[in-house]
């Protein structure tokens, strides 16, 4: 094993091939990216506060502060008082199985085709062109998805959730009172599962749609943009269900006080047509207007 220990700006680079990283950071940002090289680079732009240690075993790469574990990462306390801050950089082979675990600190992962798990209390997470799949778990930190083909799962508090042209099979968010607006433009079937208390969710689905749909809501508004499918109830509970399309995917959205709204993706350039208004089941909504405006 080889370990250094980084108390300034630093730069490092790993010839021996990594299969797995880890990185637990408190303040500050670390990024990750996905390259087609067989090594490991490592960049410390910035850092304050006690060194970070960075330890490579065989095929896994460290970069963690010697007193943040992973195990019981959401509950870790600062206890000591130090002020610490960090802006760490990595390029890892693309295939690399990444953990990042971060406290108030910004995390941005691209480019990856290995599987990803990232943590975070308050610290935002960034997703970009990431083909593996993802667990991504949260306390208040939001996360942003963006032309992620890999499987999406979400946990959060109060996190809120956005994906944009989200084209992978799977996505599953879990949230108390987080917001999810899902962005959708499939390659195939999709089965996606959506759940929150009292958090909005908004969908975009393309059209024409290929999907099984069931929306619920206990108590919030809904608003639908497809006529082939059905809108019941008029006060309390509120339910959107139907097939658009064939039906080989599968759409579930369920809160308790959250609205939920079903949106038309704008038309493809090579076949403009114009969105359809939304239709509501609540008196106050609007009868017209384009369906990119968001209502929920």
């Known amino acids: ?102 406290v108030g600190a910004a995390a941005v992962v691209s480019g990856l085709k290995g599987p990803a798990v990232v943590k975070g209390v308050t610290g935002d997470t960034t997703l970009v062109a990431v083909s593996g799949p993802v667990r991504a778990e949260t306390v208040s930190g939001n996360l942003d998805a963006q032309s992620v083909t890999g499987d999406l799962r979400f946990n959060s508090v109060s996190g809120d959730l956005t994906v944009v042209d989200g084209s992978g099979s799977s996505i599953r968010a879990d949230s108390v009172s987080g917001s999810m607006i899902v962005d959708l433009d499939p390659d195939g079937p999709t089965d996606i599962r959506l759940t929150s208390v009292s958090g909005e969710i908004a969908i975009r689905l393309p059209y024409p749609a290929d999907t099984e749909v069931e929306a619920n809501t206990a108590s919030g508004a809904v608003s639908n943009a497809f006529d082939g499918l059905r809108v019941q109830g008029q006060w309390g509970a509120h339910k959107i269900t139907g097939r658009l399309g064939a039906g080989t995917g599968s759409l579930r959205a369920t809160t308790v006080s959250g609205s939920i709204a079903l949106l038309r993706r704008p038309p493809r350039e090579d076949d403009p047509e114009p969105w359809d208004a939304p239709s509501a089941s609540t008196p106050d909504a609007p009868a017209d207007g384009p369906t990119d405006k968001k209502v929920l």
């Not at 670390?30 to 090289?37: F, L, P, Q």
């Open 1 to 102: 094993m080889s370990e250094w220990s980084v108390a300034e700006p630093t730069k490092l680079t790993f010839d021996e091939p990594v299969t797995e990283l880890h990185v637990r950071l408190v303040n500050g940002t670390v990024n990750v990216v996905g390259t087609d090289e067989p090594s490991a680079r490592l960049e410390v732009s910035e850092i304050e506060g006690p060194p970070l240690i960075v330890t490579r075993q065989r095929g896994t790469l460290t970069v963690a502060y010697e007193d943040l574990p992973w195990k019981g990462f959401l509950k870790w306390l600062d206890r000591k008082g130090w002020r610490r801050s960090a802006v760490v950089s990595l390029a890892v082979p693309a295939r690399t199985h990444v953990e990042v675990g971060v």
